[in-house]
């Protein structure tokens, strides 16, 4: 989803395109690592609460998304 809005994203900040070229791997490395972190939380948990807490910190983390005003802040702190 976000590929198509690259070029658009990396004229905003100022950059060439290929400089947010890091934005779906810095996601997806995270997304793989955790599903080992899962599995057992949501046994120990249970889905619910793993739930909502995963949907408050999408929505903190694309309110701050929306405040990045750097390269460097938009890759650190992108969601999902």
Do not use: N
Not at 29 to 43: E, H, K, R, S
């Amino acid at each position: 989803m976000i590929a198509s809005i690259r070029a658009r994203r990396a004229e905003t900040f100022g950059t060439a395109p290929g400089g947010l070229g890091l934005v779906v791997p810095t996601y997806l490395i995270p997304y793989g690592a955790t599903t080992q972190v899962w599995g057992p939380l949501l046994d120990r948990l249970g889905r619910r609460p793993l739930m909502l807490g995963s949907l408050l910190g999408f929505a903190m983390l694309t309110v701050t998304t929306t405040l990045a005003d750097t390269p460097e802040a938009f890759l650190g702190v992108r969601p999902a």
